[in-house]
């Protein structure tokens, strides 16, 4: 049996590794902000409503209920509650977190493929090496972000459910990982990459 370690070729790497990856950060992208503009959306349409509503003068009752006072109640609850997620999941940050990512590997896919940039005078296998860092190097750099995106988040509502609870720094503790941060190409958990349809 041969000694030799075995290596993954640039088109290897490319199909398996650097396609899921790009694959899972546009998606991951378009669902963040999809989130992030719905949330706008209601919490703009939902501010405009109630101050029109409130100077309606006529004042209908659905059994014994003022119906504005109840819709003007519910409009503005759903504005507080949107407000509040995106306060406490930054949709905005995740969708630009991702979709940077996403276009940043793929700019050093067209530099090393092409031969330009720094990949210009290198030979095949310094050029395929240092392609291979830089990808895991951003990849690496998102994980991290998101990462302290969700401690945020985790403690944002712990602190809401206990005022009193103490809460550590994110850089010092990942409370926990969250199922939406597992990315391709996962081989140290031996689990194939899943993303959530849109």
Excluded: C
Excluded at 164 to 190: C, I, M, N, V, W
């Amino acid at each position: 049996m041969s000694d030799t370690p075995l290596r993954m070729n640039a088109d290897q790497y490319v199909s398996e590794r650097f396609n899921q990856y790009q694959d899972w950060y546009d998606k991951k992208a378009v669902k963040m902000k999809s989130n992030y503009l719905r949330m706008r959306v209601l919490s703009v349409i939902g501010g405009a409503l109630v101050p029109a509503l409130i100077n309606i003068p006529y004042h209908p009752r659905l059994v014994g209920v003022p119906v504005i006072q109840a819709v003007v109640t519910v409009i503005s609850l759903s504005v507080v509650i949107s407000v509040s997620l995106e306060t406490v999941y930054h949709y905005r940050e995740q969708w630009k977190n991702y979709r940077s990512t996403e276009q940043l590997i793929v700019h050093e896919k067209y530099l090393f493929q092409t031969r330009v940039g720094r990949y210009r005078d290198l030979s095949q296998d310094d050029a395929f090496r240092v392609f291979v860092e830089r990808i895991e190097d951003a990849v690496a750099a998102e994980n991290a972000a998101t990462l302290n995106t969700m401690t945020t988040a985790s403690e944002t509502l712990a602190s809401w459910s206990s005022p009193t609870a103490r809460t550590e720094s994110p850089s010092s503790e990942y409370p926990f990982r969250h199922d939406s941060l597992q990315k391709p190409g996962a081989e140290r958990t031996g689990e194939k990459p899943t993303d959530e349809s849109d």
